[in-house]
């Protein structure tokens, strides 16, 4: 019963690197979601997807991009890090039927930018 | 604007209570989620409420006055695993995207 499901983990990347973070979930959920969280600023919504081949910005998009070919997988990418992307990342996902049902996160990316 | 408060932090002690507030103030409301975060975890689904009125499960209650733009997280019998952050959420929209909008957090700690 794996869930919403990150990869990688942890990661260090220098200044101007570039990478994608994955999630992939197997719950058939409509909708999915990538979230940074900081010490005192709580989780902030960077883009969204209400289903494939569909992404819209959230709160905090500038620096990141997002795709979503595939239902089950939303990939954020970084196209040149800076110290200030360092943070946790979370994807999140819930189905479309809303009412009481909550979003779903996977275990969470510790990223550093040096 | 969107604004959710909550208190940073909180202790408590072991089989005791404590109540965890939540008050916002958004464009609109569709439902206010609790999440348990425990260090260095992905958030967890605790309760929902979009109705006045009391919700319970188990040792963990919610309330909420949609009048009052104000809800609390009730836990009873505190025991030491209950150390954690607990998110307020509000939902602002219907399902059109399910969207979230957190508060910073309480870091509730329980001490013997």
């Known amino acids: 019963n794996a869930g919403v499901t990150q990869t990688p983990k942890f990661r260090v990347l220098k200044t101007g690197q570039s990478m994608t973070l994955l999630c992939a979930q197997d719950m058939n959920h409509e909708y999915m979601y990538w979230y940074r969280q900081d010490p005192g600023m709580g989780l902030r919504l960077i883009h969204y997807?209400?289903?494939?081949?569909?992404?819209a910005k959230g709160e905090v998009p500038d620096g990141y991009n997002v795709s979503r070919l595939k239902k089950q997988n939303f990939l954020l990418g970084l196209e040149s890090a800076a110290p200030s992307q360092t943070s946790v990342y979370f994807c999140?996902?819930?189905?479309?039927?809303?009412?009481?049902?909550?979003?779903?996160f996977g275990d969470g990316t510790r990223l550093s930018i040096l | 604007g969107q604004n959710i408060d909550q208190p940073t932090e909180m202790t408590a002690t072991e089989g005791a209570i404590v109540q965890i507030n939540c008050t916002y103030q958004t464009s609109g409301f569709n439902g206010l989620f609790w999440y348990q975060q425990h260090a260095g975890e992905a958030p967890t689904f605790l309760s929902y409420?979009?109705?006045?009125g009391l919700e319970e499960k188990g040792r963990f209650s919610s309330f909420l006055s949609r009048s009052k733009g104000y809800s609390y997280l009730l836990l009873k019998e505190l025991q030491m695993k209950d150390s954690a952050s607990y998110l307020c959420a509000v939902r602002e929209e219907g399902g059109a995207t399910n969207k979230l909008i957190f508060g910073t957090g309480t870091l509730l700690a329980v001490q013997p």
């Open positions: 999140a996902s819930s189905t479309a039927q809303v009412g009481n049902q909550p979003q779903h």
């Open positions: 997807s209400v289903g494939e081949g569909t992404t």
């Open positions: 409420n979009v109705l006045d």
